[in-house]
């Protein structure tokens, strides 16, 4: 008991120590932390703590759906327009199909191995009247939709990290919500306007043979769609007619960036070298006529080719404010969403809320800690004063650990910090019970200790195995403010296992080394 190897002395140093330096960082200042490097860096505060604002978003599973359908319906035209098919009915069938019908019977024949391979996830069927059908199995838009969750979550986050908002939480909740905690966002209206747009950029040509005003009384071309315009504040036309036919896709922008123009705010932007190629293409072959810029279909600009545009590049005016141009070229950059985000839910919690709630997890901390100290020095004498070193070691181990584990701390973690305490003292109240049984039963001192921490240590560590099971569900099984529970009742239990059964029984060794007692202070 007395001979506590030198390597466990010099591991116990080191990792108090290590404690010490990680755990520090969260006694200084944001403007303090902030020149420190990335390993060394405070717990985050969670929104509950620090204020924010809390959005529930969810995607628009039956939009992505849709959009196959569309897609699958131009593969089609496209296919049989380049064959010369005849055809007709082509569009959607229901939730999961589209079909259509091939005329003439020679290119039903023809046609079937291409069609067949249009798309080889698709059960494909034929009629006798030539109707082609083309059903898309559950499974396979399963898989569509949650690449598309799965998308939106990475845009999303995309979208938050160039706003340089500090520690956001984004996560996924059940099978079709993204859940966006932003604390210390002091703009939700603007956060949850950003977040909220699709963003999906294309370029289309706009269709010159008939007027916006024609089309709105029903004289719209095959091929062709009528489309609002964002610009009719300033006296320009309220309606476009545009060319269905995608020239440029914003998917082939490789960036976008504010700057002016002329004075004025406009968004600058470049094409990948592929992308660069089929819009320099698509302007040499159209100069003298107008190129819709089409975002989430509205029309914001729709400038005139005045000669081919070949390096790659390019600007959008639209009598934006700096403000705007700013966001535009934020959502270009961070790309578009596949599918739109509804806004469930909303909540914004004030700094001062925020204030309140880390004065009164303060206070309770505390007295927490003040009401052990005491307990424990009244009941066992210096080696409760002991117990309290450890325990104070303990608190500070924990919040080293939070730091590196880069975690964030909310009002639950708090809670789960103050029931560490006592929990950390527990252990060392079984040894000390033990320690003062085995000395009524007749052992020296040195023999009463050994015995008390061994026999002991099966009690604490089958205690601390099952909270362990329990904390393990709660992070398995919660969501959040849960999670962060049990992560902080998890670390609290490992530190307190190490400060009572390390650091306690070296004090009570080099204690006993030095006085040499004759009887036990309990």
């Known amino acids: ?55 529930l978003l969810e995607v628009d599973t039956a939009y992505v759906v849709r959009e196959h359908q569309a897609s699958m319906v131009e593969s089609l035209r496209t296919l049989l327009r380049k064959e010369k098919a005849k055809y007709a009915d082509l569009g959607a069938q229901g939730r999961d ?12 024949d023809r046609l079937r191995p291409d069609l067949r391979k249009l ?35 990475e845009i999303v986050r995309r979208r938050v990290d160039e706003l340089g908002t500090r520690e956001p939480s984004i996560q ?10 932003l604390p210390g966002v002091k703009e939700p209206d603007r956060i949850k306007a950003l977040l909220g747009k699709t963003a999906k950029l294309t370029f289309h040509l706009v269709d010159d043979s008939v007027s916006p005003e024609e089309a709105q009384r029903g004289r719209l071309p095959a091929g062709s769609v009528l489309l609002p315009s964002a610009e009719q504040e300033r006296g320009l036309p309220s309606h476009y007619v545009v060319k269905k036919r995608v020239e440029v896709g914003g998917d082939m922008l490789v960036d976008a960036q504010p700057t002016f123009s002329n004075g004025q705010p406009v968004v600058s932007f470049r094409f990948s070298v592929a992308g660069g190629k089929k819009f320099g293409d698509a302007t040499r072959e159209n100069v003298n006529k107008l190129l819709a810029i089409v975002l989430d279909d509205k029309v914001i600009s729709a400038p005139k080719v005045n000669e081919p545009i070949t390096g790659g590049s390019g600007v959008i ?37 925020g204030a309140d709630s880390i004065r009164s997890g303060a206070i309770a901390s505390g007295l927490g800690i003040i009401l052990v100290v005491i307990f424990m020095w009244l009941i066992y004498g210096i080696l409760g004063l002991m117990a309290n070193v450890a325990l104070v070691l303990n608190i500070i181990l924990l919040m080293a650990l939070l730091s590196i584990l880069g975690a964030t701390l909310t009002l ?19 040894i000390y019970e ?54 902080t009742l998890t670390l609290g239990l490992i530190s307190s296992m190490f400060t009572a059964i390390m650091v306690t029984r070296l004090m009570v060794s080099l204690w006993i080394k030095w006085r040499r007692p004759k009887t036990l202070p309990l």
């Open 1 to 55: 008991m007395l001979q506590f190897p030198k390597w466990k002395i010099v591991m116990v140093l080191l990792v108090s120590l290590a404690g010490l330096i990680w755990s520090a960082p969260n006694l200084l200042s944001r403007d303090v932390t902030d020149r420190l490097p990335s390993w060394l860096q405070p717990v985050s505060l969670g929104l509950d703590l620090q204020g924010g604002s809390y959005l």
């Open 97 to 108: 199909g589209v079909k259509v019908r091939v005329l003439d019977p020679a290119d039903r």
């Open 119 to 153: 798309d080889p996830e698709a059960e494909v069927s034929f009629a006798d009247d030539g109707l082609a059908t083309f059903k898309f199995p559950e499974p396979v838009l399963n898989k569509r939709i949650k690449a598309a969750i799965d998308q939106s979550i």
């Open 172 to 181: 996924r909740q059940g099978t079709d919500r993204i859940v966006v905690q």
């Open 317 to 353: 005016s639209g009598n934006f404010t700096v403000r705007q141009a700013q966001d535009l070229s934020l959502l270009l950059r961070a790309g578009a969403l596949p599918a739109p985000l509804q806004v469930l839910e909303e909540r914004t919690v004030g700094p001062d809320l």
């Open 412 to 430: 639950p973690g708090i809670a789960g910090i103050v029931l560490t305490m006592g929990m950390a003292v527990d252990a060392n109240v079984l």
């Open 434 to 487: 033990r320690i003062r049984e085995e000395h009524r039963l007749g052992r020296g001192v040195i023999g009463a200790v050994q015995a008390g921490f061994e026999r002991a240590f099966g009690t604490i560590f089958d205690a601390n195995l099952t909270t362990l099971v329990a904390a393990a569900l709660l992070f398995q099984f919660g969501t959040g403010p849960i999670r962060g529970f049990a992560v």
